[in-house]
């Protein structure tokens, strides 16, 4: 499997503020995906992004809010734009990788608060 | 809407035990489903998947079994082990499209 890595692992954050978060993998993927895990909600996707195009976005997710960039086939951000504390939440990159496409391996995660 | 339900947020089992975690969906076109494992700290890790032409996946411990008609699949631990705490998640997609997870379920393993 791939070996994904996010920075920061954790922040915490001032109302009307942007945090970046970066994710990269050890290996070239197509596709790379940002989930959003709210607390005690499930896993949601925010939008897939493939290198060289842009990214696509889930209903109640908008590119103003998220801006994704996937400049190449190992590294992508998302940036949360204008934070509110209704954007506390665990902020997760994946993959699919290999030759199952079936299955999408996840970073470690960051966890995001905002006051 | 939740396409994919797991019910109960918490279980706790004895050592040695089985331990059966459930999960419900609603989309009958999905052909794929997973179940993740999570430790606090870090990402889900994949730990086994079954497609929808078959009822049952075996991987050691690990077994997921897959009900279509009822619409619904439960993994299996035996024997349960101290380190199988964790979150577990199901996940189901219809090839091509995306993931759809459920909120998850703490499993305790009392030692």
């Known amino acids: 499997s791939a070996v994904i890595s996010q920075k920061p692992s954790r922040d915490i954050c001032q109302r009307g503020t942007s945090l970046t978060i970066q994710c990269q993998v050890d290996?070239?993927?197509?596709?790379m995906f940002w989930y959003r895990q709210q607390p005690g909600q499930s896993l949601t996707l925010i939008a897939t992004?493939?290198?060289?195009?842009?990214?696509?976005?889930e209903s109640g997710f908008v590119i103003d809010k998220f801006p994704i960039s996937r400049p190449n086939l190992t590294f992508s951000t998302l940036t949360v734009s204008n934070m509110s504390p209704e954007d506390s939440s665990i902020y997760l990159c994946?993959?699919?990788?290999?030759?199952?496409?079936?299955?999408?391996?996840f970073g470690p995660g960051t966890r995001l608060l905002v006051l | 809407d939740q396409q994919v339900k797991q019910n109960s947020p918490s279980l706790s089992v004895q050592e040695g035990r089985i331990s059966i975690l459930n999960c419900d969906y609603t989309n009958s076109m999905f052909d794929y489903f997973l179940w993740y494992k999570k430790y606090p700290a870090e990402g889900p890790t994949f730990l086994i998947s079954?497609?929808?032409?078959?009822d049952k996946n075996e991987d050691g411990r690990f077994t997921v079994f897959l009900n279509k008609s009822a619409k619904h699949l439960s993994l299996h631990i035996v024997p349960s082990q101290p380190g199988d705490s964790a979150v577990y998640f199901c996940a189901a997609r219809r090839t091509g499209n995306q993931f759809y997870f459920g909120t998850g379920t703490s499993l305790t393993v009392i030692p």
């Open positions: 992004a493939n290198q060289g195009s842009e990214a696509t976005y």
């Open positions: 290996s070239q993927v197509t596709m």
């Open positions: 994946s993959v699919e990788f290999g030759t199952s496409i079936e299955t999408q391996y």
């Open positions: 079954i497609s929808s032409i078959k």
